[in-house]
């Protein structure tokens, strides 16, 4: 089974600046990764699929980027609406899994 | 609008059974797998398993195997996620989503989650 591993646990960001999170696969994913976004008391929502397709809706500050094990979602300049915990999720391997999570909090 | 709309937050004891739902809308039911994920109390998520409701195709996760049972009635467009014994660890939200893709894929739209609280 593939482990997929979040860091940092929590990234504090102020308004306006960028934030990186990175997301690392146990073994190779290629681009078959996922990014969702979870805001309090909420459903996840889908930001990325196929690691940098956005889904639809989603605003350009929102980036995805990698393959194989090592990936990364940028936000270019965090509004307000964007501090909740980040999960990204793997399809390549059989059972797809998620990694522990990043919140981003305000600075 | 594609839409998953779930059945209420349930409170069972231990030992009881439960059978929760999850219902599609405006889109073709049985030409997208359907899962199932768990989150427990202030933890991250949990992929359970995925259901393909055109013929009942059924995937678990090794952890889920055995502990929950997927099934899906075509003809009501709708989900389920059952336990024959809860426990109290069974509690948790529990969110359906969509699958795209195939029997891999990426989850959208999402539930408004169940909520499913097993307490003696």
């Known amino acids: 089974e593939i482990v997929m591993t979040q860091s940092p646990a929590t990234l504090s960001v102020s308004p306006g600046e960028r934030a990186t999170l990175s997301c690392r696969a146990s073994?190779?994913?290629?681009?078959?990764l996922a990014w969702y976004q979870q805001k309090p008391g909420q459903a996840p929502r889908l930001l990325i699929y196929?690691?940098?397709t956005r889904a639809t809706g989603i605003p350009a500050r929102f980036s995805g980027s990698g393959s194989g094990t090592e990936f990364t979602l940028t936000i270019s300049s965090l509004q307000s609406e964007d501090f909740a915990v980040y999960y990204c999720?793997?399809?390549?391997?059989?059972?797809?899994?998620f990694g522990g999570g990043t919140k981003v909090e305000i600075k | 609008e594609v839409q998953l709309v779930q059945s209420g937050a349930e409170v069972k004891k231990p030992g009881e059974s439960l059978k929760i739902s999850c219902k599609g809308s405006?889109?073709?039911?049985?030409?997208?797998?359907i899962g199932w994920v768990r989150q427990m109390p202030g933890k991250g998520l949990e992929w359970m398993g995925i259901?393909?409701?055109?013929?009942?195709?059924?995937r678990y996760s090794p952890s889920f195997q055995g502990q929950v049972t997927i099934s899906a009635d075509k003809s009501i467009s709708t989900a389920y996620l059952q336990w024959s014994s809860l426990k109290a660890s069974d509690t948790a939200m529990y969110y359906c989503?969509?699958?795209?893709?195939?029997?891999?894929?990426?989850?959208?739209?999402w539930g408004q989650g169940t909520l499913v609280t097993v307490s003696s």
């Open positions: 405006g889109y073709s039911f049985t030409s997208y797998w």
């Open positions: 989503a969509r699958q795209h893709h195939d029997a891999r894929g990426w989850f959208d739209p």
């Open positions: 196929g690691a940098s």
């Open positions: 999720q793997q399809y390549n391997n059989w059972p797809p899994g």
């Open positions: 073994q190779s994913v290629s681009s078959n």
């Open positions: 259901i393909y409701p055109g013929d009942s195709d059924t």
